[in-house]
């Protein structure tokens, strides 16, 4: 579906390079934010949208990150995007695709009896959930009340 | 004289075990070692055996269902400038030896690409990611010998501008022997490599060039950092974990034994083991559990407990350990495992015991070994099942390298 390539996104795009030349702290990504951003990680890892998808509701992307690794990003009817999930050999550019929500994930302190394998954490309205081992990583990370009513846990990978 | 040999690296494990610094550890050449006709004491182990341990590892670390060995590295070519390191956790999940810079008192030299940058990785975990240079090392484990091997330096305090892209990977940078949780990981599971297209994809994320910056970068197979095991002279087709069994309800430690090579010696015969194929890119199997199917299931000597989803499972109340299961009272529980190869090992059972009370009630919270020890997985794209080192007590299970051929079959496989 080429829809989500379309002009719509040249300007976030443009938007988000003038903010990007501005400092690194400045990001332009995108859970929480507006679908457009989608584009924007796209851009910002030199990936490519494999397939954008309608169901019942939400509007997920489906983005081949060069690495390998799939990334799919949730659209809520609202507009923003309301989780992100990546299987692959590698993870995600995750300061990009969370965003300003990237320093609660990577200050989040660490479990108990915690091994290389999993995590699961909660950092006030965000939740990341993460599994694997090198070669085959996989995880999620959304924000618990911004899933719209009536979609399943389940289908969020 | 191969026993002569046996003994001499007998006597320098023995010597070195327990201290951090030891000259002259490495100094051996590898061969096949299966002893001579009169055992000499004390008694040497065949050189292609090292004792394993399960404790809490590294001073204040307190870990769990952790496997430790002592390794010993030398600068390539070196004699001398040797150091055995010990807790350096044995991990089938992952491929390559990276060692934590504090806890290394050698100056290893980094490899250098074509263009003489500096090579440097940024290795992923699920809950972090580890950043250092790769150097060259002659690596000794037991008797076996892999000479100037890549392996990764953690931490090291030449390379402390961490790339953007490797920070932004997430998690805790698991740069210190506390955070890491050992002094070391030694991967030994069923790839020669950490990664699977390095050597053409300069986007992988995991190598990086680096001056006084570091762009990423696509590095030759043979400068990557290997499973040391396929690099040894002999023994290198894989490597064998035999542990004993532990007490359903916790023991301090345990010890067992690490096995290199599968079919070339009289102590790594595959005999009757099941062999269970796994998938060639991620190293998976299927492990049917509650009647679902999952086909990302691993086992894995570098998970500390059996991570599954069964939502009728009590969890654990206190906030520190809520994503571990506390059921009232033990339960048994049955799953099977198949092979890509299609076989089977059928009838297999586990059991869950209540981690409130093996963690955090005296005395038992002094045992490292828990068996019973299983936790919530989180969910992703197939089903899962992460059967963590509790599998490997009352087990001698193999991991055959990719490509490689035992008796029993051609890697990568799990055989036990």
Same mark, same amino acid.
């Given at each position: 579906?080429?829809?989500?390539?379309?002009?719509?996104?040249?300007?976030?795009?443009?938007?988000?390079?003038?903010?990007?030349?501005?400092?690194?702290?400045?990001?332009?990504?995108?859970?929480?934010?507006?679908?457009?951003?989608?584009?924007?990680?796209?851009?910002?890892?030199? *990936?490519?949208?494999?397939?954008?998808?309608?169901?019942?509701?939400?509007?997920?992307?489906?983005?081949?990150?060069?690495?390998?690794?799939?990334?799919?990003?949730?659209?809520?009817?609202?507009?923003?995007?309301? *989780?992100? *999930?990546?299987? +692959?050999?590698?993870?995600?550019?995750?300061?990009?695709?969370?965003?300003?929500?990237?320093?609660?994930?990577?200050?989040?302190?660490?479990?108990?009896?915690?091994?290389?394998?999993?995590?699961?954490?909660?950092? +006030?309205?965000?939740?990341?959930?993460?599994? +694997?081992?090198?070669?085959?990583?996989?995880?999620?990370?959304?924000?618990?009340?911004?899933?719209?009513?009536?979609?399943?846990? +389940?289908?969020?990978? | 004289?191969?026993?002569?040999?046996?003994? #001499?690296?007998?006597?320098?494990?023995?010597?070195?075990?327990?201290?951090?610094?030891?000259?002259?550890?490495?100094?051996?050449?590898?061969?096949?070692?299966?002893?001579?006709?009169?055992?000499?004491?004390? &008694?040497?182990?065949?050189?292609?055996?090292?004792?394993?341990?399960?404790?809490?590892?590294? &001073?204040?670390?307190?870990?769990? @269902?952790?496997?430790?060995?002592?390794?010993?590295?030398?600068? &390539?070519?070196?004699? /001398?400038?040797?150091? /055995?390191?010990?807790?350096?956790?044995?991990?089938?999940?992952?491929?390559?030896?990276?060692?934590?810079?504090?806890?290394?008192?050698?100056?290893?030299?980094?490899?250098?690409?074509?263009?003489?940058?500096?090579?440097?990785?940024?290795?992923?975990?699920?809950?972090?990611?580890?950043?250092?240079?790769?150097?060259?090392?002659?690596?000794?484990?037991?008797?076996? #010998?892999? %000479?100037?091997?890549?392996?990764?330096?953690?931490?090291?305090?030449?390379?402390?501008?961490?790339?953007?892209?490797?920070?932004?990977?997430?998690?805790?940078?698991?740069?210190?022997?506390? #955070?890491?949780?050992?002094?070391?990981?030694?991967?030994?599971?069923?790839?020669?490599?950490?990664?699977?297209?390095?050597?053409? !994809?300069?986007?992988?994320?995991?190598?990086?060039?680096?001056?006084?910056?570091?762009?990423?970068?696509?590095? &030759?197979?043979?400068?990557?950092?290997?499973?040391?095991?396929?690099?040894?002279?002999?023994?290198?087709?894989?490597?064998?974990?035999?542990?004993?069994?532990?007490?359903?309800?916790?023991?301090?430690?345990? %010890?067992?034994?690490?096995?290199?090579?599968?079919? /070339?010696?009289?102590?790594?015969?595959?005999?009757?083991?099941?062999?269970?194929?796994?998938?060639?890119?991620?190293?998976?199997?299927?492990?049917?559990?509650?009647?679902?199917?999952?086909? !990302?299931?691993?086992?894995?000597?570098?998970?500390?407990?059996?991570?599954?989803?069964?939502?009728?499972?009590?969890?654990?109340?206190?906030? %520190?350990? @809520?994503?571990?299961?506390?059921?009232?009272?033990?339960?048994?529980?049955?799953?099977?495992?198949?092979?890509?190869?299609?076989?089977?090992?059928?009838?297999?059972?586990?059991?869950?015991?209540?981690?409130? =009370?093996?963690?955090?009630?005296?005395?038992?919270?002094?045992?490292?070994?828990?068996?019973?020890?299983?936790?919530?997985?989180?969910?992703?794209?197939?089903? %899962?099942?992460?059967?963590?080192?509790?599998?490997?007590?009352?087990?001698?299970?193999?991991?055959?390298?990719?490509?490689? #051929?035992?008796?029993?079959? =051609?890697?990568?496989?799990?055989?036990?």
């Amino acid at each position: 579906m080429p829809t989500f390539r379309s002009n719509k996104f040249l300007f976030p795009v443009l938007f988000c390079a003038v903010l990007s030349a501005l400092g690194p702290n400045i990001a332009c990504a995108t859970l929480g934010e507006a679908e457009t951003t989608v584009q924007t990680d796209v851009d910002q890892m030199r *990936a490519s949208i494999r397939s954008s998808q309608d169901r019942l509701g939400y509007r997920v992307h489906e983005v081949q990150l060069p690495t390998g690794t799939v990334l799919r990003e949730f659209v809520a009817p609202g507009g923003n995007v309301f *989780a992100v *999930a990546w299987a +692959g050999p590698a993870k995600p550019d995750l300061r990009q695709t969370l965003g300003k929500y990237f320093d609660a994930f990577a200050s989040a302190p660490r479990q108990n009896f915690a091994d290389r394998r999993h995590v699961q954490i909660q950092q +006030g309205d965000l939740i990341v959930e993460a599994r +694997g081992h090198m070669r085959a990583l996989s995880g999620r990370a959304y924000l618990a009340s911004a899933i719209p009513s009536g979609v399943s846990m +389940g289908e969020l990978h | 004289m191969a026993w002569m040999r046996a003994i #001499k690296m007998g006597f320098g494990v023995v010597l070195c075990i327990s201290a951090l610094s030891c000259g002259g550890g490495g100094g051996s050449s590898s061969g096949s070692g299966t002893g001579g006709t009169t055992p000499p004491p004390p &008694p040497a182990s065949p050189a292609n055996m090292v004792s394993v341990i399960v404790d809490a590892g590294p &001073p204040s670390v307190n870990s769990v @269902n952790t496997l430790f060995v002592s390794v010993t590295v030398c600068v &390539p070519g070196s004699t /001398t400038s040797c150091q /055995t390191i010990d807790h350096i956790q044995v991990d089938t999940g992952s491929y390559g030896l990276r060692l934590l810079a504090p806890a290394l008192t050698l100056t290893l030299p980094v490899e250098t690409l074509a263009g003489g940058n500096s090579l440097a990785e940024c290795t992923q975990f699920v809950d972090g990611f580890s950043w250092g240079p790769v150097a060259l090392a002659d690596v000794t484990i037991g008797g076996e #010998k892999a %000479s100037s091997v890549p392996v990764q330096v953690i931490g090291d305090s030449r390379f402390t501008n961490i790339p953007s892209g490797c920070s932004g990977t997430g998690g805790m940078e698991e740069d210190t022997v506390s #955070k890491f949780g050992a002094n070391g990981i030694l991967g030994i599971g069923p790839f020669e490599l950490d990664c699977g297209d390095c050597d053409t !994809n300069a986007a992988n994320g995991f190598y990086y060039s680096c001056t006084t910056s570091c762009t990423q970068t696509a590095v &030759p197979m043979a400068m990557q950092v290997p499973n040391p095991v396929t690099h040894f002279a002999v023994d290198n087709n894989g490597s064998i974990i035999d542990l004993p069994a532990a007490a359903a309800t916790g023991v301090a430690m345990l %010890s067992g034994s690490l096995i290199f090579g599968i079919d /070339t010696q009289t102590n790594n015969q595959s005999g009757t083991q099941t062999v269970l194929t796994v998938d060639p890119m991620s190293g998976d199997l299927l492990i049917t559990f509650n009647g679902q199917t999952l086909s !990302n299931s691993f086992i894995d000597s570098g998970s500390n407990g059996i991570y599954f989803a069964d939502s009728s499972i009590s969890l654990c109340t206190n906030q %520190s350990i @809520n994503t571990f299961y506390c059921p009232g009272n033990p339960l048994t529980l049955g799953l099977s495992m198949q092979g890509l190869n299609g076989v089977m090992a059928n009838n297999l059972t586990f059991t869950v015991g209540n981690a409130q =009370t093996m963690l955090s009630t005296a005395p038992t919270d002094t045992d490292d070994v828990l068996p019973e020890l299983a936790g919530t997985l989180p969910p992703g794209n197939e089903g %899962s099942f992460d059967y963590g080192l509790a599998f490997f007590y009352g087990r001698r299970v193999a991991v055959a390298v990719q490509g490689d #051929k035992t008796s029993a079959g =051609t890697g990568p496989y799990i055989a036990f």
